[in-house]
């Protein structure tokens, strides 16, 4: 019998508000604070129902990183205590955010707890974040994040049961008698295996055997970052799907990835963007620290940017068996992501939502029956197969496209843009800014654009001339439930439809990172092959002088360019 459930005294602290995937702060933050982790995990629980908790179960999972197996330790004791029922846990904690979706959704769970912080570095001096999601599998919408965040700020103590110690590695069940409870119980289980059982649902494995391993298979290139996605491509696509063992590089996950950022994109990814460069593979991916995210590269190292990858999804959709059976009931984006999916869904007559950046604003639109197929900028992708988004789906997708249309990724894009015209999008990072100066510069450009001369104001860089047609801070009302969220972001929208966005990132843990995106429609056949660099450089020339960032932030240039 455990002893009596001890209610532990602690104080409350005051910044424990989930950012736009959860509560992202230094490790240090999380281990030197007393009683910081536990206030946090309380604080999801207490969002729970007491009388809901007697039956019910939560799915935990995290992405290897520093402090994953502490928190997890702390989850199981915390749970115990304030009696919920049943904890599913990925083997040696290990779960990609996409998987612990999937979990969610196929045991009925009444949530989880993700331990990641995704793409941001770990090890001990790197960062760690906790996320709780909901039992559709998706984030905690901002209703429910507001609420952990009211409770934390007023914590005077947290349940916990500190004998309790499981065992992650094994696979299988063990109960524990917890006080008045029914008997609580912990079951581990493999960490890929409801997951890859979805995805042999959704696509035609034969086909994509035939195109990894059959005689006229092409070559490809996995770079799973030391994350978390690591056993998946080795289990799916090695073992099942047949491609050679060393096509898929940095598959065991690492408290540290390896002392990299586990971010997909050209400037953290460019171990990948270089040997693809070598010629040596027809196609190459790269995932986050969660294995939500995703690079696309072709030969010799084709970029594909994310806004055009869920927009050439979009526009091959059919041929995914999947939405063969469920249809395709609209398309979305986050507001910065650019338009080329808008393209897609005006010549296919297809419904398209425009939500803020974050994934926790699809969930609604999928639970609804209103959207199949969305996707952001910073390399997410995804469909309404789970709730969060998929960084190995989006890869079986591409491949997919590439089994039945037998072209190169670098054709498929080109034909795309011949069809569809193309969107030049790009988007520069200014990573740990000084947070005073980033604020008072998006507070100085707002009071700039809401002046009532902007609206007509006319901007010229070299040769171009905009006029700005709209100029506003994003809102959006969610059309479900009409709840509204404010400030999601400053746009500049000209008469052409080109648009400068400017917004402070809500993942970062240290200063404020500054997002600059643009966004540029050419449908003329001879000006789409052109480089995004160059055909964007008047309008990142116009926005860097209206917002004055570089007088303002004391930054010549940006962190990270994609
Ligand atoms: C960033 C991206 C956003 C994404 C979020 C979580 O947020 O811009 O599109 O949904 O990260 O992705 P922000 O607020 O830093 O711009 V993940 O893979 O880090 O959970
Ligand atoms: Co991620």
Not at 32 to 49: C, D, G, K, L, W
Not at 134 to 158: H, R, V
Not at 242 to 250: F, L, Q
């Given at each position: 019998?455990?002893k009596?459930?001890?209610?532990?005294?602690?104080?409350?602290?005051t910044?424990?508000?989930?950012?736009?995937?959860?509560?992202?702060k230094?490790v240090?933050?999380?281990?030197?604070?007393?009683?910081?982790?536990?206030?946090?995990?309380?604080?999801?629980?207490s969002?729970?129902?007491?009388?809901?908790?007697?039956?019910?179960?939560?799915v935990?999972?995290?992405?290897?990183?520093?402090?994953?197996k502490?928190a997890?330790?702390?989850?199981?004791?915390i749970?115990?205590?304030?009696?919920?029922?049943?904890?599913v846990?990925?083997?040696?904690?290990?779960?990609?955010?996409p998987?612990?979706?999937?979990?969610?959704?196929?045991i009925?769970?009444?949530?989880?707890?993700?331990?990641?912080?995704?793409?941001?570095?770990?090890?001990?001096?790197g960062?760690?974040g906790?996320?709780?999601?909901?039992?559709?599998?998706?984030p905690?919408?901002?209703?429910?994040?507001?609420?952990?965040?009211?409770?934390?700020?007023n914590?005077?103590?947290?349940?916990?049961c500190?004998?309790l110690?499981?065992?992650?590695?094994?696979?299988?069940?063990?109960?524990?008698?917890?006080?008045?409870?029914?008997?609580?119980?912990?079951?581990?289980?493999?960490?890929?295996?409801?997951?890859?059982?979805?995805?042999?649902?959704?696509?035609?494995?034969?086909?994509?055997?035939?195109?990894?391993?059959?005689?006229?298979?092409?070559?490809?290139?996995?770079?799973?970052?030391?994350g978390?996605v690591?056993p998946?491509?080795?289990?799916?696509?090695?073992?099942?799907l047949?491609?050679?063992?060393?096509?898929?590089?940095?598959?065991?996950?690492?408290?540290?990835?390896?002392?990299?950022?586990?971010?997909?994109?050209?400037?953290?990814?460019?171990?990948?963007?270089?040997?693809?460069?070598?010629?040596?593979?027809?196609?190459?991916?790269a995932?986050?620290?969660?294995?939500?995210?995703?690079?696309?590269?072709?030969?010799?190292?084709?970029?594909?940017?994310?806004?055009?990858?869920?927009?050439?999804i979009?526009?091959?959709?059919?041929?995914?068996?999947?939405?063969q059976?469920?249809?395709?009931?609209?398309?979305?984006?986050?507001?910065?992501?650019?338009?080329?999916?808008?393209?897609?869904?005006?010549?296919?007559?297809?419904?398209?939502?425009?939500?803020?950046?974050?994934?926790?604003?699809?969930?609604?639109?999928?639970?609804?029956g209103?959207l199949?197929?969305?996707?952001?900028?910073?390399?997410?992708?995804?469909?309404?197969?789970?709730r969060?988004k998929?960084?190995?789906?989006?890869?079986?997708a591409?491949?997919?496209?590439?089994?039945t249309?037998?072209?190169?990724?670098?054709?498929?894009?080109?034909?795309?843009?011949?069809?569809?015209?193309?969107?030049?999008?790009?988007?520069?990072d200014?990573?740990?800014?000084?947070?005073?100066?980033?604020?008072?510069?998006?507070k100085?450009?707002?009071?700039?654009?809401?002046?009532?001369?902007?609206?007509?104001?006319?901007?010229?860089?070299?040769?171009k001339?905009?006029?700005?047609?709209v100029a506003?801070?994003?809102?959006?009302?969610?059309?479900?439930?009409?709840?509204?969220?404010?400030?999601?972001?400053?746009?500049?929208?000209?008469?052409?439809?080109?648009?400068?966005?400017?917004r402070?990132?809500?993942?970062g843990?240290?200063?404020?990172?500054?997002?600059?995106?643009?966004?540029?429609?050419?449908?003329?056949?001879?000006?789409?092959?052109?480089?995004?660099?160059?055909?964007?450089?008047?309008?990142?020339?116009?926005?860097?002088?209206?917002?004055?960032?570089?007088?303002?932030?004391?930054?010549?240039?940006?962190?990270?360019?994609?």
């Amino acid at each position: 019998m455990e002893k009596p459930r001890p209610a532990v005294e602690t104080k409350p602290y005051t910044d424990q508000k989930p950012g736009t995937s959860g509560l992202r702060k230094r490790v240090t933050v999380f281990q030197q604070n007393q009683h910081y982790a536990e206030n946090f995990i309380q604080s999801i629980i207490s969002v729970i129902e007491p009388a809901e908790r007697q039956a019910a179960t939560l799915v935990v999972g995290g992405d290897g990183r520093f402090f994953m197996k502490d928190a997890i330790q702390l989850i199981v004791q915390i749970a115990a205590a304030n009696g919920i029922n049943h904890l599913v846990i990925g083997q040696n904690g290990i779960m990609s955010t996409p998987a612990v979706s999937c979990v969610i959704r196929k045991i009925k769970a009444v949530g989880g707890i993700i331990l990641t912080a995704s793409h941001n570095p770990g090890g001990p001096n790197g960062d760690f974040g906790i996320k709780y999601n909901i039992s559709s599998g998706g984030p905690a919408p901002e209703g429910i994040t507001n609420k952990i965040f009211d409770i934390s700020k007023n914590l005077q103590e947290y349940l916990i049961c500190p004998e309790l110690k499981v065992d992650l590695s094994k696979i299988g069940k063990q109960t524990f008698e917890v006080d008045t409870f029914k008997p609580f119980t912990v079951e581990i289980v493999d960490s890929v295996e409801a997951y890859a059982e979805m995805l042999r649902g959704i696509f035609d494995f034969a086909a994509l055997k035939e195109l990894l391993s059959g005689p006229n298979h092409i070559n490809v290139r996995l770079d799973a970052m030391h994350g978390v996605v690591g056993p998946y491509v080795k289990k799916i696509v090695c073992e099942e799907l047949g491609s050679p063992a060393n096509s898929a590089v940095n598959c065991v996950p690492q408290e540290d990835f390896g002392g990299h950022h586990p971010d997909p994109n050209l400037t953290y990814a460019a171990d990948l963007v270089n040997t693809m460069k070598g010629g040596e593979y027809d196609f190459g991916a790269a995932f986050d620290g969660d294995g939500d995210r995703n690079m696309v590269l072709g030969k010799h190292g084709f970029f594909v940017n994310p806004s055009d990858s869920v927009a050439v999804i979009a526009a091959n959709i059919t041929g995914i068996p999947y939405f063969q059976k469920t249809g395709v009931k609209g398309l979305a984006r986050s507001m910065p992501t650019s338009g080329a999916l808008d393209n897609v869904a005006k010549a296919l007559k297809m419904q398209l939502y425009e939500t803020p950046t974050g994934w926790k604003f699809f969930g609604n639109l999928m639970d609804a029956g209103k959207l199949s197929l969305c996707g952001e900028e910073s390399f997410g992708t995804g469909s309404d197969h789970i709730r969060e988004k998929d960084g190995l789906w989006a890869v079986l997708a591409w491949l997919s496209i590439l089994a039945t249309r037998k072209q190169s990724v670098e054709e498929i894009m080109k034909d795309h843009w011949q069809k569809f015209g193309r969107n030049f999008f790009t988007r520069y990072d200014y990573e740990e800014v000084d947070s005073d100066a980033a604020n008072k510069m998006i507070k100085d450009l707002e009071t700039t654009m809401f002046d009532a001369s902007f609206v007509g104001k006319k901007f010229s860089s070299g040769d171009k001339t905009y006029e700005v047609a709209v100029a506003d801070n994003f809102a959006y009302t969610d059309p479900v439930d009409g709840s509204v969220s404010k400030n999601q972001g400053l746009r500049i929208i000209f008469s052409d439809g080109s648009r400068i966005i400017f917004r402070l990132s809500g993942t970062g843990s240290a200063g404020a990172t500054i997002r600059l995106y643009i966004d540029s429609y050419e449908k003329d056949p001879q000006k789409i092959y052109q480089d995004p660099q160059v055909m964007l450089a008047p309008l990142v020339d116009i926005a860097l002088k209206v917002s004055q960032l570089q007088e303002k932030t004391g930054r010549t240039g940006p962190t990270v360019i994609t």
